[in-house]
């Protein structure tokens, strides 16, 4: 397969500091491993928690508080709240990730382009990837959702679009300094094909800080995804997305305050466990770097 | 002098160019907007001939060949002329002059109460002791893994509908300014706070700050005169991504809380299909990207004086 990236060793002398002196994760990083598990299982496998419908309406029930027969209350169509988030967190996660999934790909083959193609591809690449991170990320995406259309679809593009020029220059950084490489000029020297020597050297080895940076991203993604919702530009009502939830929830504050606090509560939680377990695997990148 | 010149030169094409790329790419965008941008005009349920349709066409350009609209559109842009609104039927130069203070208004009081919250918190966790700076950081996690969305709605929830302290939509007062300022405010404080701290407290582990303390200096003016002025040039370098985030962040601010504003009139513009107000809100957020780029490099001067030498050389 490809060349192996700088070999494992232990932790220098004299640079440990807390979170270095130990192999084992922290507690916060368990934890967030173990909430963010449970909200992939209840993605993939809405029924184990929720055993009612997300979507059936029951106008006696309308807005219930939260207690024994609805944990997190009902809303104005007497819908269980709780089984809205349950089943709802599969589109909340999926625009995340997919969107992330999708910027990545983009990245790599706009960063690729611009650090194997000549001076005036790089040059014409970069310059466009510095206009549109000129743009505010949020109005990048309103443009995309422009072409593409409201909807789950659309809002997942449209992130993927707001992220992919950040990670392209990520990609073109990385892989001008692994074109450099004595791996690379090795196998230039062996007569390997170019499209082999890109597809076998180059681009693993250029995946490695792009993904460290995804996995970072990737909370922000979720985010997005779900303020677009919020925003009406993405899953539409019936769908329990959480964001659109929020918005439903918005006209009932007054008298229904738990509508919007509790899918709002899951976003939070899940955006952090993602953003904890993002962090570890950067420090985890970056002390191997520096190892 | 000449390489003053040429500096300036070199700065202000490179602040063109981004202008000019970034209403090209709005240019190019609203051409690959699907359907028929006439029936943005005049709505989807109105009945229009063939006459009328061609005339509208005429009145907004759209009937000449593409190369020349573009020309015409950037050479509008340069005179300031961002066309007609399809909606508002009104220029947009207008609208977006109109909209622009109550936005910039947010804009400014949530910038100022973001740093003086950073400051604060990074210099008064800077100390010995552990625990502040890890209460702090755990905070800091939490508020920027928070939606400003939800934030703005929780804070709603709590300060209007359950105290009523504050009101819950623009009132016309400064009162009603207070939420949505710490909805922006917030987020952005988080960021700020994680950047400086890590500078601060590289800055405390450097020689000058042991020569400060060898002067007899106080620990607060060391802090303050000495240290945060090494930790406040790593937050600047971020402005970029904070003009950004201010405008996002506006978007979804004025929608929580109703509040007109360039937010609002860009979520409008992006559902009605008002083209020329959306390539009005990008040249518009591109020229305040570039702005604010250039304030901030002198900023980046006034904080630091080893920047200041044209010669390059850094004194440690």
């Known amino acids: ?291 | 002098m000449r390489p003053v010149v040429r500096q300036v030169a070199v700065r202000l094409g490179g602040a063109l160019l981004v202008v000019w790329g970034a209403a090209s790419c709005a240019f190019l965008v609203l051409q690959l907007v699907p359907g028929d941008p006439v029936r943005a005009v005049v709505g989807a349920n109105a009945l229009v001939d063939a006459g009328q349709r061609e005339e509208i066409r005429h009145h907004y350009g759209l009937d000449r060949p593409l190369p020349v609209q573009y020309v015409t559109y950037l050479g509008h842009l340069l005179t300031g002329d961002l066309g007609d609104s399809y909606q508002l039927q009104q220029p947009v130069s207008g609208v977006l002059a109109q909209q622009l203070r109550p936005t910039a208004e947010l804009a400014l009081y949530a910038t100022l109460l973001a740093v003086l919250l950073a400051v604060v918190v990074t210099v008064a966790t800077s100390g010995r002791a552990r625990w502040p700076r890890r209460l702090s950081a755990v905070v800091e996690l939490v508020v920027v893994s928070t939606p400003s969305f939800w934030l703005g709605i929780m804070l709603l929830t709590l300060f209007s509908f359950r105290l009523g302290w504050l009101p819950v939509s623009d009132s016309g007062d400064v009162r009603s300014l207070v939420l949505p300022v710490i909805t922006l405010a917030l987020p952005i404080a988080a960021v700020l706070t994680q950047v400086m701290r890590e500078g601060l407290l590289d800055a405390l582990r450097s020689p000058f700050v042991l020569t400060a303390r060898a002067r007899g200096l106080t620990e607060p003016a060391v802090r303050s005169r000495h240290a945060l002025r090494h930790a406040a040039l790593p937050a600047l370098t971020l402005a970029g991504w904070f003009t950004g985030t201010l405008l996002s962040g506006a978007v979804v601010v004025e929608n929580v809380f109703a509040r007109s504003g360039i937010g609002r009139v860009t979520l409008q513009a992006v559902t009605s299909r008002d083209l020329p107000l959306v390539q009005g809100v990008v040249a518009l957020s591109a020229v305040v990207f570039v702005a604010v780029g250039t304030v901030v490099e002198l900023l980046c001067l006034a904080v630091d004086p080893r920047l200041r030498g044209a010669t390059g050389v850094k004194a440690a």
């Open chain 1, 1 to 291: 397969m490809s060349v192996s990236p700088a070999p494992r060793t232990g932790p220098p002398a004299g640079r440990a500091t807390e979170a270095r002196t130990t192999r084992r994760p922290p507690v916060s990083v368990l934890l967030a491993a173990a909430a963010l598990s449970l909200v992939l299982l209840a993605a993939l496998v809405p029924g184990l928690f929720a055993h009612t419908s997300a979507t059936d309406t029951d106008p006696l029930q309308a807005l219930r508080p939260p207690g024994s027969g609805h944990w997190f209350g009902t809303d104005e169509l007497g819908r269980d709240v709780f089984a809205r988030i349950v089943h709802g967190t599969r589109y909340s996660l999926a625009i995340g990730a997919a969107a992330t999934g999708a910027g990545v790909a983009i990245a790599v083959l706009w960063g690729l382009a611009a650090a194997l193609s000549g001076r005036l591809g790089d040059t014409l690449l970069m310059r466009a990837a510095d206009v549109l991170l000129a743009l505010p990320g949020l109005l990048l995406a309103l443009l995309v959702v422009l072409i593409t259309g409201k909807g789950v679809a659309g809002a997942t593009i449209a992130v993927a679009f707001g992220t992919a020029p950040g990670f392209a220059r990520v990609v073109r950084a990385q892989a001008l300094v692994v074109r450099r490489s004595g791996y690379v000029e090795a196998a230039v020297g062996l007569g390997v094909q170019r499209p082999l020597i890109i597809l076998r050297h180059v681009l693993p080895n250029t995946l490695g800080p792009l993904l460290v940076l995804a996995t970072v991203t990737l909370g922000a993604s979720i985010s997005t995804g779900a303020a677009l919702s919020y925003l009406g530009l993405g899953a539409q009502p019936p769908t329990p997305e959480w964001g659109a939830m929020l918005t439903e929830g918005q006209g009932f504050l007054q008298q229904a305050w738990w509508i919007a606090l509790f899918p709002g509560l899951l976003l939070v939680g899940t955006v952090l466990a993602v953003t904890v377990l993002g962090r570890y695997a950067q420090n985890r990148a970056e002390w191997r770097a520096a190892s």
